[in-house]
């Protein structure tokens, strides 16, 4: 292996290790409970394994992806381990959960329009996650009605951002098309 790949892997395995860290303790809001840290790596497998994206930036930044968002980590913390590409880009993919929920929502659609290529790469696989979790693994407390109105706002955001990847929104289109399946 070249040092280049050495040291990528490298820093790709210690952004697994920090974003583990970072969500301990967290899981998901499905019934069993899945530890959180199993949504960060799915998004990853989902670039990786579907797309096939080797940008070990966008790799580290979707294992990050919601540690700016959903832990006490901050871009500097992030820039400090992992430098200011990948800080930068997992900012760019992160809410501002103070907002209320509505104009959050609505920002997020705003905000996609005007992402850059790799934000685009990790948002829509972070979209794709969560539709297949919700499909397979929902949020016990969600109405039929709240799953119906995610996907639609997914698949809004996903429609900002579309002539990114044709696989990646292949794989959304697969995953929106079990809409009808919700319950
Ligand atoms: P929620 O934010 O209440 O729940 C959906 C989010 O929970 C998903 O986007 C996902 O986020 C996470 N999640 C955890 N477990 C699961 C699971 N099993 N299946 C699917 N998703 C799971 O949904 P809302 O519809 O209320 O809000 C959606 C958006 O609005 C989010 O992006 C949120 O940041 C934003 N927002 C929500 C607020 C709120 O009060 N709910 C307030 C302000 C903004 P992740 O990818 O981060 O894991
Ligand atoms: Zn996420």
Redesign the pocket.
């Known amino acids: 292996m070249s040092d280049t790949a050495s040291s990528t892997v490298g820093s790709f395995a210690r952004a697994v290790a920090f974003a583990t860290e970072a969500h301990r303790g967290q899981v998901?809001?499905?019934a069993d409970a899945d530890p959180?840290i199993s949504?960060p790596l799915a998004v990853v497998a989902i670039l990786a394994d579907e797309a096939q994206i080797a940008d070990w930036v966008t790799l580290c930044a979707a294992v990050l992806?919601?540690t700016i968002?959903?832990t006490g980590t901050s871009h500097d913390d992030l820039e400090t381990a992992f430098g200011t590409e990948v800080a930068d880009l997992v900012a760019e993919v992160s809410?501002?959960?103070?907002?209320?929920?509505h104009v959050?929502?609505a920002d997020?659609v705003a905000r996609a329009a005007k992402a850059s290529p790799k934000a685009r790469l990790v948002k829509l696989a972070?979209k794709i996650?969560?539709l297949r979790?919700?499909a397979d693994?929902?949020?016990a407390t969600w109405s039929l009605k709240?799953k119906q109105?995610?996907f639609d706002?997914s698949k809004a955001v996903v429609d900002a951002i579309r002539g990114t990847n044709p696989v990646l929104e292949g794989a959304f289109d697969a995953t929106f098309a079990r809409r009808s399946e919700l319950t």
Not at 95 to 101: E, N, S, T
């Open positions: 998901r809001k499905g959180y949504h992806h919601d968002e959903d809410d501002d959960k103070r907002l209320p929920k959050c929502k997020q972070d996650a969560n979790d919700i693994r929902p949020p709240r109105e995610y706002w």
